[in-house]
């Protein structure tokens, strides 16, 4: 089966202790369509600026990566700069110029509309409940969202999560929302606000997974060096949901199995700069150290 | 196999946002034998001072764990008191009084002296050498530490690295001792000084157990309800010597369960006050508990 990613694409310039990229490809749409690329064949719908360099897209579709969804508008692509501090997990924003992807609407191809897997990467959720509108009947629909969105549209971000079956949020953005400190309290609110589950992102902590009965923990795959951890997090949900829509009638089982994919294919990314270390990914190395993953996991 | 566990008995004073206890027994040897005593035998050598309430040790007793090693001195018992904040992990001291702990001198009873199973809780690690030099080659000892010894006594910590079998230590302090910022790095690095595993504790997020060539990551057993957490660590490392101690020639598998058990009678330890939870606790309910853990964990 297919999967349909709506989001961002961006050139980010990126800072580390070590080492900086200026205006590498990236953005959520970006780092999501590849992953998935390595388990069924995708489609994005993002926008990008007459400045994006012209040898992404065929990139991608070399990729099998559907890219006709990505329409080139007049204006600036979407920009982000940012640092990372000697501990990767924190980053400081340099800018965000959002170009053209401030006036993205996206509008989905009629050949788009029918596909059975979603990943509505984090954007306005006005604009991921008019994707929604868009699409007829998916399968599975999977949904990350932001902080920014949590206090500045509430009412209609509470209105996806019964329109939407999984959402993925990290663990501060899941206590923010609920209000609770807890976690798992969080997560239990998150679930009973209408998803069938709910994935809390814990960074090098790993993942959480609620269901409506079932919990599932996994950590995060053992990275010794962190190269760059800009990604990581669309890349572990173009993962999910990219092995999912090859699973006939995904549950709980089908889920778990899809965060330790995500796992995998994050933690493949952290260790090059934007995409690129999974550019030069294969379907064996993600075997490999899928196989390594399991046996590590093994109580 | 028995246990013998050497560290504090105190009387704390606990504040949580919503309750607070006054003078409650505790302390690592406390925790750590009453966890280890659902497993096998164990005794304690530890100090408490006069005012010790009578009634504590016959309770220890009661259990099946040997309390001749704990003398009474004259003077006051080690006091602690703290306040939990909303965040159960976020906690704030307000005193503590050492008492005739600051005296503590371990001497260990000869009948002990030949005990296969070594807990080393967190006390100076001159005094955790000084213990292995009056232990009779023991099967396997499990020692614990803190920041306060990592900057104070540094170099006897070093020495005592070389001469035990299982390091334990939490995330902050593996940074603080390794000088790296992954805790991945500092597991490694800590392994190099000498113990044949190390497990860093991470609190909510779980435990890493680094072995030779293996790596075992386990979540925290999820508990919605945190009381007080007090005592978690000790009653994980409790847990963890005392499983070990009823396997024959334990080696990284064993080491693995340990880390499942300790998980396991730490978040029964978290759901009351002090040690009440655990005081109440059932094999069964360890049983049932870690069925749903290994259920959960299942990839």
């Not at 080492?19 to 990008?48: C, N, R």
């Not at 997090?233 to 995904?250: K, Q, R, W």
Request: hydrophobic share 35%; aromatic share 10%; proline share 6%.
């Amino acid at each position: 089966m297919s999967v349909l990613v709506v989001g961002s694409i961006a050139l980010d310039s990126i800072q580390t202790p070590t080492d900086s990229v200026k205006d590498e490809p990236g953005g959520s749409a970006l780092y999501a369509s590849i992953a998935a690329s390595f388990y069924t064949s995708a489609s994005v719908v993002a926008t990008v600026g007459a400045d994006f360099p012209e040898d992404v897209c065929p990139m991608l579709e070399e990729r099998g990566i559907d890219t006709t969804g990505i329409n080139i508008e007049e204006g600036e692509t979407f920009r982000w700069s940012g640092v990372y501090e000697e501990d990767p997990n924190k980053r400081r924003t340099l800018l965000t110029n959002l170009g053209v992807f401030e006036k993205f609407r996206p509008e989905l191809p009629e050949n788009f509309r029918r596909t059975p897997f979603l990943f509505l990467a984090n954007i306005d959720p006005d604009l991921q409940r008019d994707v929604l509108r868009q699409v007829d009947s998916p399968t599975m629909t999977l949904c990350d969202t932001m902080n920014f969105w949590i206090s500045g549209k509430r009412d209609s971000l509470t209105q996806l999560l019964k329109e939407i079956d999984i959402l993925l949020i990290n663990d501060e953005e899941a206590r923010e929302f609920s209000g609770e400190i807890s976690v798992l309290k969080s997560g239990k609110w998150l679930l009973e606000q209408g998803p069938r589950y709910v994935v809390i992102k814990k960074g090098e902590h790993g993942a959480l997974l609620f269901g409506p009965s079932e919990f599932f923990s996994v950590p995060s795959y053992p990275v010794y060096e962190v190269v760059d951890p800009t990604g990581a997090g669309d890349t572990f949900a173009g993962a999910m949901i990219g092995y999912l829509s090859e699973c006939s009638n995904p549950g709980f089982h089908e889920l778990k199995k899809s965060l330790i994919n995500g796992s995998i294919l994050a933690s493949y990314c952290i260790e090059g700069f934007g995409a690129r270390r999974l550019l030069s990914l294969t379907k064996d190395e993600i075997e490999s150290r899928k196989n390594s993953f399991l046996e590590m996991l093994r109580p």
